[in-house]
């Protein structure tokens, strides 16, 4: 919210109501969630909180006496210094704010103050990711700051202050709003280290290592040393580099350090880090990259927001025309976005009219802009709540619970035994490292920095690599159209005249435009109704409008210089080549073509006419709507239908004469709206937009893996259909309804083939009958029928003219049914619902996107999006329950040696804790994704039965197997039990620790082996031979260990050394590996299908989407399904 928002009266005591005092009637509080201006809460919860002088003393007086160990614990969880040493208190006399947001952990925030000359009152405020929220006194709350788009000024409002502001009143906003950059911190090397270093799992690594080193395990030790100075060096760097490249970014972006602001009648020079909201900036002519947002007063400018949206196409910017009285609030985002150049957008033309210049009201600055959004979605990406995650944690601290169970009954054993304190606490203490693996973290994180190198190789960059997992959860993938699944540009097929025709035919299609009169009105809207514009010597603009224009091989003249095209009479002229009349078109005015209005209308002035003429062209439902009811033919309905379905991009143009005395000066200040009524149909215009070739090939492959695919366009019904058709999204045999509501606002289903089939005769639980609706509908369904919009999204797959707001409603309703979204577009028009993606990829060339954490040149990357997120996902599972068995290998094999009096070998922890482990776990995670798409989901839930069940199987299976070992030893007549040690005598050299260890050697690599053998989402082990290596080595050492031991590996191993009289019994000691290979290749396959295939598993993991499916399919009427 701006600063302005507490006072609507008077911008400028605005600000002075963040301060002022007296205001009655609104309690204070203690608790807070910050809204945006929409009232849409933004998870966002604040309790403040302030500190007595006591609280104070007694927090320094405990981190002193405990050697600063507490700062650790806060640093970790902020909330707990907060809850022991602040007190909570009203938000009017806060000192710090507690800040949650919803899948976030808790940040403690201080509040700041900054004072104003002659005012009492300082403002207060506090900073959080980027953000700035300020203390208002009349609503006595903290609001979020964002300029002037702050969703209460108006459009009038704004462009009626083309004075700008004082010098006063700059200075005291400077204060509010801070300079005009993007600080990025980038801290020195060792600091960021640092703090990397102090993460809870490397800080347990480092606690393990000096235990390990007073154990006399020192090698490892090192190791470990080494892999964590690695880890967090090589991610340090990583952070590092990303913030350089931010900050180079930001500092490269300032081709100008100096602006031109105007107040009043005067100018002066300024530094664009000095720029606030409110100031009124001259925009150079060329080669200008904005620094701020801001809004167009006066003439046009051409730019490229590539950066931004990844839309490559330069747009035109112009300055709107506003009645003083309107009320329509400023909306840069939607609305108003052709109206409002974005910092970092590059300016490639400026335009104006005569002697004016081309103004611009500065609304947002630094932080608060689009690129400083951009740079928050890269700095802070959106945190997702995910099973895999959660879940992982969850076991990490059950294995903390039950390495606390272990060191009580080993001290037990070691008292009984005698042992010294020194003895007991090291035993008890290395019980933790044994049941926690302290490299976990870094043997997941090493899984998606592989994903993302071979992703990198693809040219698909990732700015939130957390997501990479995420994506192996897709259920849904949702295409944009034009761009996305077709090319960007288009052909034309041919036009139908429609002018005065009562009834048309197919036959009257005009295919060569140029056939067509040189004085048509037609040919004419064909060749002024764009907005494209001369860049050296090159005509640029849509695509749309490129391929219409070029059409009719006529020329485009822009007079005068680049930056002067504007004279008093028409700013662009175009004219048939080598033409035998003297006949040309003047372009007085454009009205730009939005996705609200869905058309775009040009006033113009043909050479000598007395009058000028209006054309306008755009969607046929929305030109027709302004268009007189006789100028249409009787049948128009049914030739769009036919073409739509057909497939063609079908635009509409229309005509109007406009009367002699009006001028060029009301041409300039007219508004739309009394330009488009009244008008006549010309005719029909007819593209083609060709599928991409990738196109049907990643929509089988997707289909072919279950995953539902949808399309949502701007594009006409009928034509979405006939396109989601050809690529594969329909079937080309299903039967497709339009969801439609009749005049007493009651749903009705109408077939695409029959216009007599309604709601009544439609089965919506028949496999073959697919749904598509368009934005206006889904309006209408979400306001009067919210309970039945599950069950429709569930047979809907494609949404036409869809809004930008509509897609985002459309991807947010989807994931409220339980569905993992993929939004695949090209971050134009799709930019909020790439962002609302649980997955979002934006088709640029860029490295970064404000819309999506993923970039990528076309659609082939989003089943390699998924491939590598379902490898990922899988190969994360793989590594932690391998690393969790490890674990409890090694947990097992000490605790029965322990209650046996013996104990476990430095050399045989090293050599289980380095070559064996660490080389399966290399190996294991550089499995690369399946060739195809399997039907079969990955399971995410490490706490589901399928997953918990079998776990806890294989645990109890290793557990068995080593007590096993133990009992067929004592069945051997020779065996003669070990004397327990005693006191703090270390016994390894025993039969029980050669049985142990010796069989769980290879209880290790049967594990890997039998978990690497899924090969549904990754290839084959046969591939890696690094792995298969590993387990070829792994295997002989192990043999030589148990069954045939020289003499040099028994001394080094403490192991018995072979004899004839063991011989035989060592090799009878190979079945039991055998016998953990077959009860693990069962529990692995037989029982864990068993488990994921029970009706009952089933039911508890059904998401809402599969219930309601369920329902419609058992007959029950669609519209009686509680959802």
Known sequence: MSSWNCCKKDPKKAIKGFRLGGYEGIASQIHQIIENDEGEAINLTCNSYRQSGFQKLAYYFVCIIFFGIPLLFFRWYPPLEVYIFWKKCFLDDAEIVLIKESGMKAAKRKISTVQFENEEEPLRFFSYKLQKFVWCNLSRQFKLLRGLADGVNTLSGLCSAPDGISHQERNRRLKIYDSNVVHIKVEPFWKIWMKNAL????????????????????????????????????????????????????????????????????????????????????????????????????????????????????????????????????????????????????????????????????????????????????????????????????????????????????????????????????????????????????????????????????????????????????????????????????DVWGVLPCNGVQNLSEEEVVKDVTTLEKTSKLLAALATCHSLTIIDKQICGDPLDTSMFGATKWELEEAGEDTQKFDLLSPTVVRPKRSEIPFEIGIIKKFAFT??????????????????????????????????????????????????????????????????????RQAQRTRREEIETDMNLLGILLMQNFL??????????????????????????????????????????????????????EIVLESLRSSQMKRRQFDLGNDSLYLAIDGNNWSLLRTHFPHLVDIILLKCVVFARMSPLHKTQLITAYQSLGYIVTMCGDGANDCGALKAAHVGISLTNAEASIAAPFTGPDITGVVKIIKEGRCALVTSFILFKFMAMYSMIQFFSVMILYSRGAEMGTNQFLYIDLPVTWSLVVAMGRLEPAENLSPKSPNSKILSAANIIPLLLQIFATYFIQWLSLISLKTQEWYTPVTPAVA???????????????????????????????????????????????????????????????????TLFQMQPWSQEDAFFRVELLAIPLLHLLITLFIESKITDWIENSYIVRRKNMDRYHYIENKLKSGTPWQFIEV
């Open 692 to 745: 991409k070739k990738e196109s049907g090939q990643v929509i089988k492959e997707l289909n072919s893996a279950h995953m539902k695919c949808i399309m949502a366009t701007g594009d006409n019904i009928l034509t979405a259909v006939s396109v989601s058709q050809e690529c594969g999204i329909l079937p080309k045999s299903c039967t497709v309804a339009t969801l439609q509501f009749d005049e007493n606002q």
């Open 595 to 664: 996705s609200t209005t869905q058309n775009m209308t040009v006033i113009c002035r043909v050479l000598g006419a007395p009058n000028m003429i209006a054309f306008s062209k755009g969607a046929p439902e929305k030109v027709m709507g302004f268009c007189k009811p006789e100028s249409l033919p009787s049948n128009i309905m049914e030739i769009l239908e036919h073409y739509t379905s057909s497939g063609f991009r079908v635009i509409a143009l229309a005509h109007k004469e406009l009367p002699r005395k009006f001028s060029w």
């Open 984 to 1050: 703090d005598e270390e016994l390894v050299l025993s039969w029980e620790n050669t049985v142990v260890y010796g069989v769980s050697c290879y209880q290790y690599v049967i594990l890997a082996f039998v978990y690497c053998l899924n090969e549904d989402h990754q290839k084959s082990m046969r591939r890696n031979w690094i792995l298969l290596l590993s387990f070829f080595i792994m295997l002989v050492i192990n043999t030589s260990l148990l069954v045939i031991p020289c003499d040099y590996l028994a």
């Open 199 to 490: 993460y809870p799992f490397i800080v347990f690594e480092a606690l393990s290592v000096i235990l390990w080193i007073f154990d006399e395990y020192s090698f490892y030790a090192f190791f470990v040393i080494v892999y964590s100075l690695v880890t967090v060096t090589v991610s340090t760097r990583q952070e590092r580099m990303k913030k350089l490249r931010l900050h180079n970014m930001v500092s490269a972006s300032k081709l100008m350090s100096k602006i031109i602001v105007r107040h009043k009648n005067e100018e002066y020079e300024c530094d664009v880090d000095d720029l606030v909201p409110g100031d009124v900036i001259k925009i150079p002519p060329r080669g200008f990259q904005m620094p701020c947002d801001a809004i167009l007063l006066a003439g046009s400018c051409i730019v490229t927001e590539s950066d931004l949206t990844g839309e490559s196409a330069p747009v035109l910017k112009t300055s709107p025309v506003v009645s003083p009285d309107s009320r329509e609030t400023y909306s840069p985002s939607s609305v108003h976005m052709r109206h409002t150049l974005f910092c970092g957008t590059q300016i490639i033309q400026t335009r104006y009219y005569g002697d004016d210049e081309v103004l611009a009201i500065v609304t947002q600055t630094g932080r608060i802009t689009a690129k400083g959004q951009l740079i928050q979605a890269i700095l802070f990406p959106k945190e997702l709540v995910f099973d895999f995650f959660d879940e992982a944690m969850k076991c990490v601290i059950a294995l903390f619970c039950l390495a606390g169970i272990a060191m009580i009954y080993s001290t037990y054993v070691f008292i009984l035994r005698g042992s010294s304190l020194e003895t007991l606490l090291l035993r008890t203490l290395d019980l933790v490292t044994i049941t926690v693996p302290p490299t976990l973290p870094g043997a997941m994180l090493a899984v998606s920095m592989h994903s993302l190198s071979r992703l990198k190789k693809s040219k698909i960059f990732c700015s939130s690599h957390p997501r990479i997992v995420v994506a192996g959860k897709t259920k849904l993938v949702c295409f944009d159209k034009t761009g996305t699944l077709t090319e960007e540009g288009l």
